[in-house]
């Protein structure tokens, strides 16, 4: 293995297994996972693909630590981290997405090794700040949750010791498609639309608190994740490639947009009731994001994302109507 092994963290979860399908769409079967796989069902998401050897996430960082990992390593792809917007101990937050990424970075910065790490779009808390990721503007952000804070002090981390030009970094917005099924409450709207479409033939979304949105009309940018498993590799294979880069379309589409995406795709007309939002989400609902994009194209990035319409259609067509749906 002269050429060097590649690492995958969080290649259980939902965007780690993504970019372990994309490698092994590649041909590449160099590849150690390394998650913390407990009780969850998220090892579904391993059954399909080929790699050397799983690694708990602990014994993967000591490993790195002690110098005895067993072969040279190519890239360290780190998406592992905890996920949840609504997690509240930020002591294990500061530990798993702050200090275990900083071990990670500083290991790879040492011996040379490619490192591409997830950031994430709930860094720019309220969007009163707007959605640039220019380093300057991303040092101003104040997140709404401990989970984006957590994901703050690491861009922070990177940007004040000066290393954006040595890693590569991406804010994901919001991510969308197969094997993001063992994420409970943090899985997308598409696929709980189409569940309750499946179970109640309607789909729920919540009325507008503000004047200037309609129901409905709320606004996000939803990106594929086949998209983002893209993207990563095109960073792999271009390692002077480095920044702390927004990952979405760039295109914010609205609620109704996304559930009429799903009917269609399902084959059915819509029927969508409009509920009360919940009162602790009002103070801190984000009414639109859009991830500006320039930064990522002018680094050389021209492959086309999916539209919503194409991602909804794929996602439901070919996994969620399917026996079998996992990458």
């Not at 590569?168 to 943090?186: S, T």
């Amino acid at each position: 293995m002269k050429d060097g092994a590649y690492v995958i963290t969080g290649a259980a979860g939902f965007i780690g297994s993504a970019v372990l399908y994309r490698l092994n769409q590649e041909g590449i079967r160099n590849i150690f996972v390394v998650d913390e796989l407990g009780k969850s069902e998220k090892w579904h998401n391993l059954k399909k693909r080929e790699f050397i050897d799983y690694l708990h996430k602990d014994r993967f960082l000591s490993l790195i630590q002690t110098d005895s990992f067993p072969d040279k390593i190519k890239a360290i792809i780190h998406m592992g981290a905890c996920s949840s917007t609504t997690e509240q101990d930020m002591d294990y937050l500061y530990q798993n997405n702050y200090l275990y990424s900083r071990s990670l970075a500083q290991f790879s910065l040492e011996f040379k090794i490619r490192f591409i790490y997830a950031s994430s779009a709930a860094t720019y808390g309220d969007g009163s700040l707007g959605y640039s990721d220019d380093d300057q503007d991303s040092l101003k952000l104040i997140p709404l949750n401990r989970y984006g804070f957590s994901k703050q002090l690491f861009d922070r981390w990177v940007i004040k010791n000066k290393l954006q030009n040595s890693v590569a970094g991406l804010k994901f917005f919001n991510v969308y498609g197969p094997n993001e099924y063992h994420k409970g409450e943090m899985r997308s709207v598409v696929l709980k639309a189409f569940e309750q479409i499946k179970e109640t033939g309607r789909v729920k979304l919540f009325k507008s608190y503000q004047l200037e949105y309609r129901d409905g009309e709320q606004m996000r940018d939803f990106i594929y994740v086949k998209d983002c498993a893209d993207v990563i590799w095109w960073l792999i294979n271009n390692p002077r490639i480095n920044g702390i880069f927004n990952l979405g379309t760039g295109t914010a589409r609205t609620w109704l947009d996304l559930a009429t995406a799903v009917f269609a795709a399902m084959g059915k007309k819509p029927k969508i009731d409009f509920i009360d939002m919940p009162s602790e989400l009002r103070n801190q609902y984000q009414y639109f994001t859009e991830a500006k994009m320039d930064k990522l194209r002018s680094s050389g990035y021209e492959r086309n994302f999916h539209s919503l319409e194409e991602g909804v259609l794929d996602y439901v067509k070919n996994y969620l109507m399917t026996s079998d749906r996992y990458l």
